[in-house]
Nanobody, 125 residues
Framework: QVALVESGGGLVQVGDSLRLSCAAS????????MGWFRQAPGKEREFVAA????????SYADSMKGRFTISRDNAKKMVYLQMNILKPEDTGLYSC??????????????????WGQGTQVTVSS
């Protein structure tokens, strides 16, 4: 079992950067692939990025490619999402999630077994 806690969200201006963190607890964190999702008010949850358990593979939503970078540190049980050149449409509640398939970079929320509560990101124009 994995418990996840996100941090690092906030109110920023267009073009700013933020780094989100996801702290995991549980002895088997390194066996899970991880993902970031976001949800804006009135919209469905949206895939942002995913990373395999050994960091060998990553995947990004098209609108985030080149601006966002997902990474992880298994020794620290942390997952990060570096977000650059933020836009108003990046506003939302960002959640990290754990997938028991270690080699996956799944885009569907249904693939993930554990979720954090989320951290709010608001990009103001």
């Amino acid at each position: 079992q994995v418990a996840l806690v996100e941090s690092g969200g906030g109110l920023v201006q267009v073009g700013d950067s933020l780094r989100l963190s996801c702290a995991a607890s549980g002895r088997t964190f390194s066996a899970y692939s991880m993902g970031w999702f976001r949800q804006a008010p009135g919209k469905e949850r949206e895939f942002v990025a995913a990373i395999t358990s050994n960091s060998a593979g990553t995947s990004y939503a098209d609108s985030m490619k080149g601006r966002f970078t997902i990474s992880r540190d298994n020794a620290k049980k942390m997952v990060y999402l570096q977000m650059n050149i933020l836009k108003p449409e990046d506003t939302g509640l960002y959640s990290c999630a754990a997938n028991s398939l270690s080699g996956a970079t799944a885009r569907s929320p249904m693939a993930y077994n554990y979720w954090g509560q989320g951290t709010q990101v608001t990009v103001s124009s």
